[in-house]
DNA sequence: GTGGTCTAGACCACC
DNA sequence: GTGGTCTAGACCACG
């Protein structure tokens, strides 16, 4: 199971915070397929946030079809993860590319500037896989 | 004046939509400074978004010193506009290039496609930018 | 906007009961699409349930796509009802079918006998269709 | 004795799904009466299900007067079923056939096509039910 | 122990 | 007024 941080004053909310790093955990591999997640029980007191709404983020990811739920055993990542659309998929890159474009410009950053944030980034991302590649 | 689109059962609220439709304006040069907005009554016709909606929306971008109310005359783009943070815009376009490599992850892209894609984007804004100073 | 009952009794949970009543509504053309349903309170007071229990059927029935809400306006249903696929859509037919083969052979009816409940059930369903648009 | 199939991740707690295919069995035949079932153990191994999960559903079973456990000897089909209340089952038909319907009208089909529909389910049944008897 | 459901309240943001 | 979120409890069924 992931490490996870939640912040109250946040203005996303706290199920949906969960929401997000779960599946970016899943995305980013941190998160296997079929692996058991923490019950809602027990991440609630981790993260001292009411059970309910934890359960509200497992139920969201469930209907999603990232997780699956098994009376009385527990919550799990699914075998077969939801697959986006190919066209949508990449929709969503293109639209994450504009955003990104937009905020380098408001900053005023040339487009040069803009690739070499991004090496930096991927850099880091990679870094933090590995990591948790050494703690397996 | 440009063109706005608010979509009713977008997450974002109906306000928010329009202050950030407005500070992209400005941020893109598609408002310019001292450039007339429209009126509330206006707006909110073309809109079919109630009054005090595009009012909050003013108000607050008011309050964040983008534009500003002459009693009687109308609303106006500010003169001299807020700067942002340096190290605000810097973290946002972090954020959004961290985005970016996630989502070109989930799709399975590799770093050079990224980066074309980026340029691809890169080269749809300045031609949509382009071409609305001709319309000038 | 619908009558409503609910069974406290019923092993089936408030909430699917509420789901159940508002998918065949629409289904058998009594909600139309883009007609707006109780807020989540006033059928709360109705029924005489939670609100969260209200809103938690709501929740999945948005989930589903069959109803979109739009905050401080209300919960609608969609104009664009989800289609499940063709051969989805038959299966269930299929499985129904073979569901009523079974009771029926349980009860120890034969075919024709159970053809005729068949009809029966379709005059009663059309019948109080009919009433429906009487209404109206 | 007949052939079952769990899925842990149904709706239907699992003892439940056992009842279901133990009393379908009965009801068409395919289990009869006096016919020894499986043992807890050798069942809960074949099904990959907990032990107390199969005595559950076995005691839930013998209470409802379908099979009866002789100590030391194992559990057997009842020789004489209860009989389920005549309105009870008539219902359920009635019931199934309601459901049949609201199905069918989801898929768009004419009241001759789930006739059938009905029909061609019914050949398959009994086809079923014969392929069963030959191989006894 | 697990998840599934439900209650009765609360506060907030939005329109 | 509307929906959105959250809490702190409760009881049940399941495995």
Redesign the interface.
Known sequence: MIQMIINPSDELPIYRQIMRQIT?GI??GRLKSGEKLMSHRELSEQLVVAPLTIKKAYD?LE?LGFI????G?GTFVCERLPQ?D?RD??D????????????????G?R?SE??N???Q??RE?TDSRAKEKEKV
């Not at 994450?96 to 900053?107: I, M, N």
């Open positions: 970016e995305a980013l969201e209907a699956e739920t098994q009376r055993r986006l190919r998929q990449l969503r890159v293109r639209q994450a590319a504009r955003q990104l474009l937009l905020q380098a410009h408001l900053a950053l487009f803009v690739v944030l991004l090496k980034a991927g991302l």
